[in-house]
């Protein structure tokens, strides 16, 4: 078989095992969200490329959505945004918000096993996706709305406060690579600029993290290169020996990760077991500071010595371990929350939009739960590593 066809194969095989899908074509194939967990009916599909098949998650902008890609798409001269990260893409377009997962034949069997963990990395991609796109063009929509002329300002890329003593009004506005630099120098830290690939590398030396040499160097990987993003990363965090950690295991961690910190991207190669975690933090017009990157650096220190001792050091060493301290946890969390807590944490999520359009999504988030509620059912339970 081709490879669309042995996506397709696997796509039939994913909507006859899960009630939450339907089928909406056969030939090609295509299959939707449904059911009251639906709020936004994400498309699956797949798509044929010149040396790969990609597994697609998309998401039609519609209402207030369509305003948020169009903006989008707006500030990049008319241009889409497209991003790849490892095996899968991001697009955002004037009529949509997608997800790609690209396979060719060396990675099939391993994507064919693992595919429900890789659909449901999708769905936590394109929801990361939105909710940023939202954010970043919060500020547009309501200044549209309520009539004003004016340039929007361009949106604050970190929403967290500022620290004691600082205030905007004070940061003087920097480059994104002498914000960076500007807080390494002031912690006394050595670094590496490599300008002809525009990023920085910071090394540091934790006290409870190791990576699989053992070496306990974190290595931070700071990209200011592009105009429309800034990217934090740490390349080769940890490598894993596939035939000896499974690789759904891995994934359901990483999903588990992803679930507690939204903003957080985390990555691994099918192929060679390589995992890293990322943020990006979208520029629009503006810039960052050396405040927000001393929070950006500062929580990837913390998650990687944080996690290391809770999930990784297992994972590497001890995968039977990790994965009963993974049953347990999500036993845990299904016990703690309601069947409808993701419910209050969307409308949670969308409390950024302006009120008329966040009523409008109220409105929609509670016909569908009058409806569940008519036809006696419980609800939907949430779902674990999203």
């Not at 004003?148 to 604050?156: G, H, I």
């Not at 990023?199 to 699989?212: A, E, G, N």
């Not at 913390?302 to 009963?324: C, G, R, V, Y």
């Not at 969308?350 to 109220?362: C, M, T």
Request: glycine share 4%.
């Amino acid at each position: 078989m081709t490879l669309m066809q042995e996506i397709s194969k696997s796509i039939f095989q994913f909507v006859t095992q899960n009630n939450n899908w339907d089928t909406v074509s056969v030939s090609p194939i295509s299959i939707v969200r449904v059911g009251a967990d639906a709020v936004f009916p994400y498309v699956l599909d797949v798509v044929e490329g010149d040396e790969y098949a990609s597994l697609r998650l998309q998401l039609k902008a519609e209402g207030v959505l369509s305003r948020v890609t169009q903006g989008i798409v707006a500030k990049r001269g008319g241009e889409r945004y497209f991003e790849t990260e490892g095996l899968f893409s991001t697009q955002i377009d004037e009529e949509s918000f997608s997800i790609s997962c690209n396979v060719n034949r060396d990675i099939l069997e391993q994507f064919t096993e693992n595919f429900d963990a890789i659909v449901e990395r999708c769905e936590q991609m394109i929801s990361a996706l939105v909710k940023q796109s939202i954010e970043l063009m919060q500020e547009e929509i309501e200044e549209d709305e309520t009539g004003s002329a004016e340039e929007a300002p361009a949106p604050d890329v970190s929403s967290q406060a500022l620290p004691e003593g600082q205030s905007n009004a004070s940061m003087k506005p920097h480059s994104v690579k002498e914000a960076i630099i500007q807080y390494l120098d002031r912690k006394e830290w050595n670094y590496e600029d490599d300008e002809e690939k525009g990023r920085i590398l910071l090394r540091v030396k934790l006290s409870q993290y190791s990576d699989h040499d053992d070496s306990n160097v974190f290595v931070v990987d700071m990209n200011y290169g592009n105009d429309d993003l800034v990217r934090f990363q740490s390349p080769m965090m940890y490598k894993f020996d596939l035939s000896v950690t499974p690789y759904s295991l891995i994934a359901s961690v990483i999903a588990w990760c992803q679930f507690q910190y939204k903003f957080l991207s985390m990555s691994l190669d099918p192929a060679d077991g390589e995992l890293k975690i990322s943020i990006d933090i979208p520029l629009g017009k503006g810039s960052i500071d050396s405040s927000q990157v001393e929070r950006i650096v500062g929580f990837m220190v913390q998650f990687t010595e944080e996690t290391f001792d809770e999930w990784f050091d297992d994972l590497l060493h001890s995968p039977q371990d990790a994965q009963k301290k993974l049953d347990d946890t999500i036993n845990k969390h299904r016990q703690q929350f309601e069947s409808k807590r993701w419910v209050h944490q969307f409308e949670s999520d969308l409390a950024g939009l302006s009120e008329s359009k966040r009523n409008e999504l109220e409105r929609v988030l509670a016909e569908l739960k009058a409806s569940d509620e008519a036809s006696g059912n419980e609800g939907a339970k949430p779902r674990e590593g999203i």
